[in-house]
C-alpha cells in the first residue's frame, strides 16, 4: 500500500494495488473510488485533503493486535 500527498492539489491518494483502473466513482463528494477491472477496489483520492485530516503531511501507521480466542 502506498500513500502519496500532494500538496499543490491538496489531494491524498491511497493506492492498494497497483493496478490500471478500469472505473472510478465519486461515493461522496470529493471522495473518489478507483476499481479494476475485475470491480475490485485499487485506490482512493481524497480532494481537499487539508479540509479532512488534521495534517495531511504526517502519518501514523498502527498495527492492531490480534486477540486470542479461547
Avoid at 494495488?17 to 470491480?39: F, H, L, R, T
Avoid at 501514523?60 to 486477540?67: C, M, N, V
Wanted: proline residues 6%.
Amino acid at each position: 500500500m502506498k500513500i502519496i500527498y500532494d500538496p499543490d492539489t491538496d489531494t491524498i491518494d491511497l493506492i492498494f494495488k497497483d493496478e490500471p483502473v478500469a472505473e472510478s466513482d465519486e461515493i461522496a463528494p470529493g471522495i473518489i473510488v478507483d476499481y479494476n477491472q475485475a470491480g475490485k477496489i485499487v485506490s482512493v483520492e481524497v480532494l481537499n485533503a487539508s479540509e479532512h485530516v488534521d495534517d495531511p503531511r504526517s502519518i501514523a501507521y498502527e498495527l492492531k493486535k490480534l486477540q486470542k480466542v479461547s
